[in-house]
């Protein structure tokens, strides 16, 4: 029998040592996972859900249809109607993953539990949605079935401006490469590699669980950041952010009310050419027609909310958590995952007894 030659026992040791550190690595971070959603399961296990009709300030648990507002968007990949969103593209080459895209935005939109609604400011939330478009590149070549790109803005008037809609869909657009980022330019290069599509959103009607504090709308320091989550990376907590805003104020850079700052554009339905009040205009200007009262009514209930009306909102002692599904099928998921946690506890556990025993030289 012929003699292993010891030298080639140096490079099946190191991989093999690098197989049990990735294994731990992997493990450990699964198992992180899965206590995370252990603990996300039972708070929403162990808290029932609040009617909205009676929600009172402080924390609350509230489940119901997601209902859209001033816009809504469109998604990237599939172009559903959505109030969040969070999509990806990713191209392996040469055994290398890259993002040729990656987006994530949400508006804010009300939830309905049948009881009534509240409106939900989501910047700054935690999303728990999982992925509902989840493709790679056929083997034949060519896109994936289902794919949808958007070909126009993300944003999408709301549900009640019917002319805006018959507008966009009377649009007519040139054909050729699909753009991700309206306006900006970004369209996908030439594929190198096999491309790995997902996309994940919560789409008008869809049921939600919101976990957060309900507090007075006056108490948001700043509503129209609270109302946009852009996924742009500008964090309004930024102390530079917050100094820059901070001198602003002092120097008298930013006015004291909208009205202040815009004029005749802060009146509710100035821009869509029917306002709700007479609006200040040149002698000389063509007068623009008010809204019927009923017009006045739909436009007073989307775009203004009472001091005292009760919303939902990140905070820096309770943070916000919107999750797709009721509670039962938000704990569900999290149990999965807790399970998936204690299988990679496994796989770091073995992992970790191998390679103690190849640096025994039990191996």
């Known amino acids: 029998m012929d003699a292993v030659d010891p030298a080639m026992t140096i490079p099946n040791e190191a991989a093999f040592a690098g197989f049990a550190g990735a294994g731990i690595v992997a493990g450990l971070v699964l198992l992180v996972r899965g206590m995370l959603a252990f603990q996300s399961a039972g708070r929403i296990s162990g808290t029932s859900a609040s009617r909205i009709a009676s929600i009172a300030v402080g924390e609350v648990l509230v489940t119901g249809a997601a209902e859209p507002i001033e816009l809504t968007l469109v998604s990237p990949l599939q172009s559903g109607p959505s109030v969040y969103y969070r999509a990806r593209i990713t191209e392996s080459r040469d055994g290398d993953g890259a993002d040729l895209f990656r987006e994530e935005r949400a508006v804010g939109f009300r939830v309905n539990d049948g009881s009534g609604a509240v409106r939900v400011f989501p910047g700054g939330s935690e999303f728990d949605v999982p992925d509902r478009f989840d493709e790679s590149t056929p083997a034949w070549g060519g896109e994936p079935v289902g794919l949808l790109p958007r070909m126009g803005p993300a944003f999408a008037p709301g549900p009640a401006d019917r002319e805006a809609r018959i507008a966009a869909l009377l649009t007519v657009r040139e054909p050729g490469a699909w753009s991700l980022r309206d306006g900006a330019g970004l369209a996908l290069p030439i594929s ?17 669980t919101v976990t957060g504090r309900a507090l007075p709308f006056r108490d948001l320091a700043d509503p129209g950041a609270a109302n946009l989550l852009d996924g742009s990376g500008v964090d309004g907590a930024d102390p530079e952010v917050a100094l820059d805003l901070a001198e602003a104020r002092a120097a008298g850079l930013l006015a004291a ?90 796989l770091a556990i073995g992992s970790a007894m191998s390679l103690a025993l190849l640096l025994d030289g039990g191996l």
Do not use: C, K, M
């Not at 997902?198 to 009607?205: C, D, K, L, P, Y």
């Open 192 to 208: 190198r590699g096999d491309r790995h599509y997902r996309e994940a959103r919560i789409e008008v009607g869809d049921i939600v």
């Open 257 to 346: 009310t909208p009205e202040e700052a815009w004029g005749n554009a802060a009146i509710p339905g100035f821009g869509i050419g029917r306002p709700v009040r007479a609006p200040e205009l040149d002698p000389a200007a063509n007068p623009l027609p008010t809204a019927d009262p009923d017009l006045a009514a739909r436009v007073a209930a989307t775009f203004e909310i009472a001091p005292d009306a009760l919303v939902l909102a990140t905070s820096d002692e309770v943070p916000l958590r919107i999750a797709l599904g009721a509670p039962s099928a938000v704990a569900a998921r999290h149990d999965w995952q807790f399970v998936l946690g204690l299988l990679g506890a496994v």
